[in-house]
């Protein structure tokens, strides 16, 4: 089990560069038996037709989209698909999915987009079941391409900050003008009963500086059938904005809706919620932004580099690469890499402060990408540390009293 890898066992302190101080070999040796992959993040177009002033990609440490082909190549394409059916048959995956992404990932073409996921399923063995989604700003949604995501099975999440006036003042078109309105046609569409098929959720990126129960009503009001609210990608090298006289405004903001959610009688799916109740009941996190689950995604990028979560952008310019190319290399080959193993092997990858912590359990260390300090890499706690901390503590307390009302208590 990776949370029984002894950490003293694979690192060592003086690291060179983030990943230098993870033995892979030493990893083994200890325990740590490689998760494969069961996700895979297609670039199929590097550019956007957004100019979102937090985007990860485009304005942070990493501009390497700038070398990189706009749209991925029928070679690439077909050679990610045919690794990923390979690393699903050698490890007897019974389901995996595939994840369109950008840049916008529209922007590749409905034909192709549609071509692509006929290619997918054709090529997996049989009895592997391919589950295709796409993460999108949602403005090129018109009517056919709500009804080709409903032909091939396509599950779309939209990216939508809140209200339209918190929403227009960071999602914006090149020409300045926000978007909110075009992302508002676009879910009117797929909430309709003959494209609701389609219609997996909403992404929201966690604004503390807005009103978190007016964000919360209108996402709510575009009927999701599951929220995300992440926090913004940040570390101590690029801190999140502070907030004068509040030590933890993101911990505020989630507990604001959380307590809202909690008390209603039919909620929407909201993640970072779900996990936090899964973890301080005993079970595991699901997601990235709690808990210790092993990173099971891999990303091909429109030039076929395959790179690890391409959040890490947000860290410094190479973060993601693993010098490894889909149509040079096997996906078995990056289970190799430090900074995968680093994602699979629980608590050895976290910090001495982490590893103390009593909140670890819960927490799990937050996102590893929010953990990247110069000097240590990534063995340093969540530059929302505190937040996550108070977050934590909060649902805790909020689930102890409920069982504790019928009897219970939380793990």
């Not at 056919?144 to 900050?161: E, L, N, R, T, Y």
């Not at 003959?194 to 807005?210: I, K, Q, S, W």
């Not at 959040?311 to 080959?333: I, M, P, Q, W």
């Not at 937040?387 to 689930?399: E, G, K, N, T």
């Amino acid at each position: 089990m990776a949370s029984a890898v002894d950490v003293r066992a694979v690192h060592h302190r003086a690291a060179p560069w983030p990943y230098a101080e993870l033995d892979v070999a030493a990893a083994r040796a200890a325990g740590h038996r490689p998760v494969p992959f069961r996700e895979l993040v297609l670039k199929v177009h590097q550019r956007c037709n957004l100019a979102c002033d937090y985007c990860y990609v485009y304005e942070h440490a990493d501009q390497s989209w700038r070398e990189r082909p706009r749209t991925m190549s029928d070679e690439v394409r077909t050679a990610a698909l045919t690794r990923f059916a390979t690393h699903a048959r050698q490890h007897g995956l019974a389901r995996v999915r595939i994840v369109l992404h950008g840049g916008e990932p529209l922007l590749y073409g409905r034909e192709r987009l549609a071509e692509l996921v006929r290619a997918a399923r054709a090529v997996f063995p049989a009895g592997c079941r391919v589950d295709v989604g796409m993460q999108t700003n949602g403005v090129l949604i018109d009517e056919p391409a709500a009804a080709m995501f409903v032909k091939h099975g396509i599950q779309v999440g939209i990216s939508v900050d809140g209200t339209a006036a918190n929403h227009d003042r960071h999602r914006r078109m090149p020409n300045g003008r926000g978007s909110f309105t075009a992302v508002q046609r676009a879910l009117s569409l797929l909430q309709r009963p003959e494209h609701r098929a389609a219609y997996a959720g909403l992404l929201c990126t966690v604004a503390v500086d807005t009103d978190p129960l007016d964000c919360y009503e209108q996402l709510r009001a575009f009927d999701p059938p599951a929220i995300d609210l992440l926090l913004p990608h940040a570390n101590w090298e690029s801190p999140p904005p502070a907030v004068p006289g509040r030590a933890t405004p993101y911990a505020d903001w989630l507990i604001a809706i959380f307590d809202r959610w909690y008390d209603e009688a039919s909620p929407p799916r909201i993640r970072i919620f779900d996990d936090a109740i899964r973890l301080v009941l005993g079970g595991t996190g699901r997601s990235e932004q709690l808990g210790l689950s092993p990173f099971g995604v891999i990303v091909v990028e429109s030039d076929g580099a395959i790179e690890q979560v391409d959040a890490l952008k947000s860290a410094y310019e190479g973060a993601c690469a693993t010098g490894l190319d889909v149509r040079h290399n096997e996906f078995d080959e990056a289970l190799d890499h430090p900074g995968i193993v680093a994602r699979q092997i629980g608590r050895a990858a976290l910090s001495d402060e982490c590893q103390a912590c009593p909140a670890v359990a819960f927490c799990g260390g937050g996102h590893y990408v929010h953990r990247y300090r110069r000097g240590v890499g990534f063995r340093a706690p969540s530059v929302y540390c505190a937040d996550l901390r108070a977050f934590v503590r909060h649902v805790y307390d909020r689930v102890a009293a409920d069982l504790r009302s019928r009897g219970g208590r939380p793990a």
